[in-house]
């Protein structure tokens, strides 16, 4: 990014999208080489039993299914909707909530010998693995005594409790993946071939500049932060690559990720992260579904496709508002998570403004038909066409449209569209809008002349500038999260400070906002018109936030 330069801008931007938007790019069958920054090894902190127990602990799911039981209403409800860690938190030191101690059990507290009462207005003898297991199951403790009726009582498998059991006894003791005394150790996957491979290596070297710098500072928490580079190869499988990771972080593991490179949240490698509950941060793709459909431990900083297809409906909405009788739409979408993702949010977003969807077209990827498509929309007088596909195919379906005569307004997305519709004649490029969720930063921001002075130390080329800005908001809303979860950091209290930020400012995007269940930091896009003889993108509308579902008119 570059300024108020908007071509400068989309360059690397619609490269990526190129590569997405063939949907059987190598790079999405990757497998890994690892090349990690020097360092000391740290071994997996836990054992197996011990990270199925702390699955069930967080989760409230093992291996078999798990059941709670309230005691006092006598409901029984499945295991999840009552995890362990809701009233005895994360490190097991316990909370007051509505009146109720849920008390500290983390094991110095379960098998402290006390004479007399004790906080939880008993007493009874220490605790052991079977006074353990009975509390769990039972719900009593150590002298019989019933435990508070808000105690679910768990029906469970020998295996889950076995394993349960085992992780309470490091309960609020366990090393913490990737962070000791001196360090906190951040990774990165980054192609080492392919055509993202130079843009991997910018942003690494971006990321490993701003925290060499950091670190000349006294760090974080009088910790070091050091970038780990795991590159990996695209022409390998992708349970190759899962199973590289895998290898590589039970060897030495990292605290987090930010700026991968591309990995779309659907590949294995992404659905590992998710499901070890590792977080990652500002991965380098544009998420497809809603901002409320992602997996709680990934955050994604520009708009999903979805949201971005709803700015495009609110734009056409409000560019047709003097035109009563302009309501009838269609829509044109490839068979792939991409065109699906974008699909929804025409759909949700057209009652608000009483649109009709006169004609829902799909197709196979790599198998349209532009003449055909462009022939029975307009039979259904639509009077707008959105179109989300490959560009080659937005770009071929414009042209078939303008030679049956069909000046039909089409909208898209620059991040499939790519590069593809530049080619256009004036004619034709001037009835094509497109939403970016790009966003030209703040040129007075003391945080963009951060960046733009790490560019040009570190020699970086600024031909990735989306790329360059988008993963430097990242490490910006990782480094505040990590603040926040303070000298004491884990995981999931990062992902809990992160996971509640609103407005939060990183000087390269508009304010981030996140909630409980969105993890989207944006929702808005700018909207681009073409400029067929300087073959380049322009700004139409800077930003534009899309309308709330809610507000119908």
């Known amino acids: ?216 500072l006294g760090g974080l928490y009088g910790r070091d932060v050091q970038l780990v580079a795991l590159e990996f190869d695209p022409a390998a499988k992708p349970q190759e690559m899962v199973e590289a990771v895998r290898r590589h972080l039970a060897e030495d593991p990292v605290f987090c990720f930010v700026g991968n490179l591309g990995v779309p949240d659907e590949h294995p490698v992404a659905r590992f992260f998710a499901a070890e509950g590792i977080p990652v941060f500002a991965p380098l793709t544009i998420h497809a579904q809603s901002s409320f459909a992602s997996d709680s431990s990934t955050f994604f900083i520009h708009s999903s496709l979805y949201d971005q297809a709803r700015v495009l409906v609110d734009f056409f909405s409000a560019s047709a508002k003097d035109e009563p009788g302009r309501k009838k739409i269609a829509l044109v979408h490839a068979e792939d998570i991409y065109g699906k993702g974008a699909a929804a949010g025409v759909r949700e977003q057209s009652p608000l403004h009483g649109l009709t969807l006169a004609a829902d077209f799909k197709y196979p990827p790599n198998g349209f038909d532009a003449d055909n498509a462009a022939k029975k929309l307009k039979a259904q007088k639509a009077e707008a066409v959105f179109f989300f596909g490959a560009g080659a195919d937005m770009r071929s379906f414009v042209e078939a449209a303008d030679a049956q005569g069909w000046k039909v307004p089409v909208f898209g997305l620059a991040e499939l569209a790519g590069g593809s519709l530049l080619s256009l004649s004036s004619d034709a490029a001037g009835r094509v809008i497109l939403a970016s969720p790009l966003h030209v930063p703040d040129p007075g921001s003391p945080v963009t002349k951060i960046f733009y002075r790490l560019l040009e130390k570190y020699s970086i080329p600024t031909r990735y500038s989306s790329f360059l800005s988008s993963s430097f908001a990242g490490i910006r809303l990782l480094e505040e999260g990590m603040k926040r979860a303070g000298r ?65 008119k």
């Open 1 to 216: 990014m570059t300024g108020s330069s908007s071509p400068a801008r989309h360059r690397g931007l619609c490269g990526f999208h190129r590569y997405i938007s063939a949907g059987v790019s190598a790079l999405f069958t990757a497998g890994l080489i690892v090349s990690v920054l020097p360092g000391d090894s740290q071994a997996d902190p836990l054992t197996e039993p011990q990270k199925r127990g702390k699955r069930i602990y967080a989760t409230g799911q093992g291996t078999d299914a798990i059941i709670a039981r309230l005691s006092g209403p006598g409901i029984d409800a499945a295991g999840k909707a009552f995890p362990c860690i809701q009233c005895h938190k994360e490190g097991g030191e316990g909370a007051r909530e509505g009146g109720v101690l849920a008390p500290d059990i983390t094991p110095g507290s379960l098998t402290l010998a006390q004479a007399g009462i004790r906080l939880s207005g008993r007493e009874h003898p220490p605790y052991d693995d079977t006074a353990l297991a009975r509390a769990i199951r039972e719900g009593v403790d150590p002298a019989e005594n019933a435990l508070h009726p808000a105690m679910p009582r768990y029906t469970l498998a020998e295996g889950d409790l076995g394993d349960l059991l085992a992780y309470l006894k490091v309960l609020g003791s366990e090393p913490v993946p990737g962070v000791d005394g001196t360090r906190v150790r951040i990774g990165i996957l980054k192609p080492v071939s392919g055509p993202l491979a130079p843009a991997g290596q910018a942003v690494a070297t971006l990321l490993a500049g701003y925290f060499e710098e950091q670190n000349a």
């Open 488 to 552: 004491g950091m884990t995981r999931a209290r990062l992902v809990q400070e992160v996971g509640g930020l609103w407005q939060f400012e990183t000087g390269m995007t508009p304010n981030l906002s996140y909630n409980e269940n969105r993890r989207t930091g944006l929702t808005g896009a700018s909207l681009l018109g073409i400029d067929s003889e300087k073959k380049q993108y322009h700004p139409v509308e800077e930003w534009r936030e899309p309308l709330a579902l809610t507000e119908r």
